[in-house]
């Protein structure tokens, strides 16, 4: 969606904002004046991109893939071409760009389009080899059709095939040069009406290329070979060359190549011309990444890409096709990515990119967004990754720069994080609409990566990176981040701006029946060098119990105020105090419910009991802490990280498989892989101060527990003022939903949001004497209730519905069932409009707001 400004293509504000890469790209475009780059997608897509924070998106109705984009040079205007057989013209200087004129074909297929510099005429080209001529200005076809039979030689029987190209002569547009794909070339007299030449090689073309003064052309074919033609010599190549082709003692002909899907032939005054092409490579080069070949005089680069050439084009200094081009950059389109390479210095560099378009470089595995951030924060996190640039990139400005950037109309700071399946961490900046990367963060940097095949696990876990993301828990004001990964283990940070390098020394204990596979997901034992930014201050690792693996987290949660952690999974939760480096609570999900609970949960089936390291047996009900490792990092500014390696509970029988008794539950956090199993995990958490019984008078620190089931209970947590912390025994079910519980909020008797305590951000790593001026602090507590008063409205979310409770007294004032058909993927209490609203995305596509209303005495939504 627009963002910016573009001279000449209206500005304006679309209602959705896409960010990342275009999904299954098939074509390009370039303006060379305006400097705006367009890019057309498979399933109809059209994105527009200028400088950073200028881009706008459309869409075809008919959703069919666009097959050619030219643009009306520094017109503001695009003419698509899709493979429905349709040319569109889009109108980019209106405030939101539109279709102006359609025309569909119903007898012939488009295959290939050519828009002159300049010019009022659109050459269409067809699948029979005839070629059409529509009027841009009135988008009308002419009565001027190029039949292939007269294009061809009359004694030529055997229909050419497809147009597979059209171009006019840089020095006579009134000559037009149309490629057949069965390899024969017709430079076509537009007033005489006839073929003044006509060139033929028995190999297959697949693009065609001008040099600039006229007397020249290249054609590039499907045996990897380039054929240069003089206009006045149809009889025979001037030169033929296999770009790749390995060279034959014999005199002969050079062994065939892959085809040369493309080839680009650029003059410059002062030198040797450029000649760009892709493909065309030896076929021994069997798994070899796609290719981008330089040709400038007597030298050949050979550019690898990552991902498979879709198309490119060389940039020029000039729109004049009859001058000295004078290349400076080429865009190339991949599948998954865009680049841009300098042509102007020495080995090509490449461009640094600042689109967002490297949001899915791995891809995303969860998401948080965070509005209304501390104004400091930002410019902090790109403080420091700044300096996380990698080097080798070109010198020179982003060449594609038009438009003119326009600020978004958010007067707060809005950050985005994402977690991917490698592993990495990225922090965007959402300000102002366009996303641009602040800072990254490599998780796998904390563990050891197996260096052998006998180092690897050879279970059944599912085939996925070790250390993908599977959910972060963010606190802005205090910069603690907490991340789970897919491999049962969290790691906590603290935000630092100075750099320190700390030492490993890992000390272990085993139980008999509890022990680490070999695997990658191992703390690092060498020294780790921790960069300005996020640095670890603790890592906890779930293991495995007689060869089962650990269920994943599925909660989260970080209080900075309370310095604690809590997680859980499908078989309980645990509370980590991170200032202290010690576990405080580990409880299964059946001991949260007290005895007199009617929502208590049922017993599970039975379970071969386990004999702990030095003890007696203990039932499965009862929850397993193995302590496998103490490490602390022993450095001169006396940091430490200690890893807590400890297991819930086993994982249950029906879990396993019969056969081979492997784990064989799905790890992945998508909803069709979700276990919708009887079994009841912990789903969401929530820090507050409310209300933990329902006669208390004052608020105390509390964390509401949310369940897969539908219940959400209170713990309530003591917090003395030494600093020894220490959790109370759950205090029953507060409330029942239907569906698993998805988000907890507090709300005051005004119906504003009560956001966590939290503390405010010093630097660890700073003396003492400058952490001494930065205070910590909480914020003021709610007001007490008075005796028979509710002062709190807890409002609830679950996949199926929602409630809104009075507190202390527990009383449900409201309950809305969301869907009946569908269920709620993701939601969240959010202020809109100046109200607070539950916000909720559905598995059916659908996302529905339920406002909060405060009547004078009573809430509703």
Partial sequence: SRTGQVPGYGAGALPTVRHGFPYQPSSMAFDPVQKILAIGTQTGALRLFGRAGVECYCQHESGAAVIQLQFLINEGALVSALADDSIHLWNLRQKIPAILHSLKFNKERITYCHLPFQSKWLYIGTERGNIHIVNVESFTLSGYVIMWNKAIELSTKTHPGPVVHISDNPMDEGKLLIGFECGVVVLWDLKSKKADYRYNYDEAIHSVAWHHEGKQFVCSHSDGTLTTWNVRAPAKAAQIITPHGRSRYDGKKPEPCK??????????????????????LSYDTVGRRACLTVMHGKSTAVLEMDYPIVDFLTLCETPYPNDFQEPYAVVVLLEKDLVVIDLGQIGYPIFENPYPLTIHESPVTCVEYFADCPAELIPALYSVGSRQKRQGYSKKEWPVSGGNWGQGTQSYPEIIITGHADGSIKFWDASALMLQVLYKLKTAKVFERARGKEEKPSTDIVDEDPFAIQTLSWCPESRMLCVAGVSAHVIIYRFSKQEVTTEVVQVCSHGPCCFLPPCVCRVRSSPLKQSPGYQVELVVQLVWVSGEPPQPITSLAINSS??????????????????????????????????SDPYQGQPRSPRKARQPSGGEPRSADQSMLHALAAVPLASDTNHFLILLSFFLFPPDPACLDAKDNSFTRSRSSSVTSIDRESREAISSFHFCESFPRKTDGQVGPCLLVGTTQGSVMTVALSLPPAGDQRLQQSLGTMVRLKGGVLTMALLDFTGALLPPPYESWYDPNASDEEKEKVRRRRPASPPASQEGQDTQFAVVCSEKQAKVLALPSQTRLYKHNITETSFVLRADVVQ??????IACFCANGHIMTLRYRRAPDSAHI
Avoid at 262 to 273: C, L, M, N, S
Avoid at 574 to 583: C, S
Avoid at 832 to 837: E, I
Wanted: charged content about 15%.
């Fill in 259 to 280: 085809p040369i899907l493309k080839v680009e032939y650029k003059t410059t005054r002062a030198g040797d011309p450029f000649m760009v092409l892709s493909g065309g």
């Fill in 562 to 595: 309370y310095g604690l952690v809590v997680f859980g999974n499908s078989s309980g939760l645990a509370v980590v105090d991170y200032l202290q480096k010690t576990l405080l609570l580990n409880m299964g999900t059946s001991e949260l419910y007290s005895p």
């Fill in 832 to 837: 809109m409009a100046g109200t607070n609203c």
